[in-house]
């Protein structure tokens, strides 16, 4: 995992333990609606948390930009659905939005890179295990 995404990981749970635990009820309620907004309904998880990175782009916030792309590799996006997520977002937010661009292309570079090791290392030991 790169460090970005570790410490953001890291720091994120950390945060959201404190924030879960301080026993403000509309803290957990919120929490629990935007957990329940991104799951499977009659529209998919995967282009939810699409959805979810569109306006994360044109709001300008990175830290949810790195949190929705993270989701959406785990979901199978390809990288032809990202671009034409950016673009929707370029399209909506302007010109405004283009140094965000860069944060997520960076971001996703190293996230795809990361899923490709991890896959080859998966396969690698799949291999060693089966002797061949």
């Given amino acids: 995992m790169n460090d970005t995404l570790k410490k953001f990981n890291k720091y994120r749970t ?25 799951l499977n309904g009659a529209l998919s998880a995967k282009n939810k948390k699409l959805m979810g990175l569109v306006a994360s782009m044109v709001l300008r916030c990175n830290d949810c930009i790195l949190y929705h792309l993270d989701r959406s590799v785990k979901e199978g996006t390809t990288l032809q659905e990202f671009y034409e997520t950016f673009n929707i977002a370029l399209i909506v ?10 944060y997520a292309i960076e971001q996703l570079d190293d996230l795809l890179n990361e899923k490709k090791n991890e896959k080859e290392t998966s ?4 291999t060693n295990y089966n002797g061949k």
């Fill in 14 to 38: 950390e945060m959201n333990n404190r924030i879960l635990n301080s026993d403000f009820r509309d803290f957990k309620k919120f929490f629990a609606l935007d957990n329940k907004a991104y």
């Fill in 93 to 102: 937010g302007g010109s405004i939005v283009i140094p965000h661009l860069r």
């Fill in 123 to 126: 396969n690698n030991s799949e």
